[in-house]
């Protein structure tokens, strides 16, 4: 190690530039910086130590972003996928084989569903993050609160979860969250249900303008390949209202055709007689 001093009049400008170099490329191991540098003006050697960690840390997470993001495009190449589909492939796995020790939150209580995306609960009424639901004044709209009833009816125990990326509450001071609830023993995501069911669209979200929450990917995903199961019944209900006759009987339906005796169809749609 190279002996530096100090001048009488103050550092000299060999130990200037010996400790500006240790500091800007974190050389301090090659001299006796706290000996030399500190009395010169320059940062306490345990305060360099720990933003030299910083900075290998950052790298480090850099390279591992980088690999990461290097392996998805691969895997999704290999796949036939966009990287982005990869990415809800991987959500939905995740979201399927949730277990209740992985979901934390507030504990609370389903009071009623105001409609297919809003709840009040125990702790407050909830508007379910990433989603959308018909307005309850249409048809649909009644059609997915009726599943959300079903699925979670008044009095059930749920889980409240705001991901960091998320605000507390919306412009109406409802809560946002994701509501979890327990479906054969094991955590189900409400909102996922509702998209995946067809009773919901993904919609308030990072592509609409609001923040970006982590099941995003998922429910985006999924709502491209599920069709609308609500207002398909209610296409149904205005068909068969519409019909003058309520000829529900095709003339092929007779004793011994191979359909159930207690069913009654039109074309090829069933309903109970």
């Not at 609160?145 to 960091?164: K, W, Y």
């Amino acid at each position: 190690m190279a002996a530096l001093v100090l001048s009488g009049c103050g550092p000299s400008e060999e130990v200037v530039a010996q400790c500006e170099s240790a500091v800007a490329h974190f050389t301090y191991e090659r001299l006796d910086y706290a000996a030399v540098c500190e009395p010169a003006g320059f940062m306490p050697l345990d305060e360099l130590v720990e933003r030299h960690d910083e900075v290998l840390a950052a790298v480090e997470r850099n390279a591992e972003l980088a690999r990461t993001e290097r392996e998805d495009a691969a895997v999704a190449a290999a796949e036939g996928m966009t990287v982005e589909q990869q990415r809800a492939a991987v959500g939905i796995r995740e979201i399927q084989t949730y277990e209740w020790a992985e979901v934390e939150g507030q504990q609370a209580e389903v009071v009623r569903w105001v409609d297919g995306d809003t709840v009040d609960t125990t702790a407050g009424r909830v508007r379910l993050i990433g989603v959308d639901a018909p307005e309850i004044d249409t048809c649909a709209g009644r059609k997915a609160t009726e599943f959300a009833e079903r699925l979670v009816p008044a009095g059930s125990s749920v889980v409240l979860q705001n991901p960091e990326s998320v605000r507390e509450t919306d412009k109406y001071d409802r809560l946002l969250r994701y509501v979890f609830f327990d479906r054969w023993d094991s955590p189900a995501d409400m909102g996922y249900q509702l998209i995946t069911s067809g009773y919901a669209n993904a919609r308030y979200d990072s592509r609409d303008g609001y923040e970006w929450h982590p099941h995003e990917p998922v429910y985006r995903f999924m709502d491209e390949k599920t069709s609308d199961t609500g207002q398909g019944y209610c296409d149904f209900e205005q068909e068969y209202l519409s019909n003058e006759n309520n000829d529900w009987f095709t003339p092929d339906h007779v004793p011994g055709d191979g359909r159930d005796s207690n069913t009654c169809y039109r074309g090829r749609i069933p309903y109970a007689c």
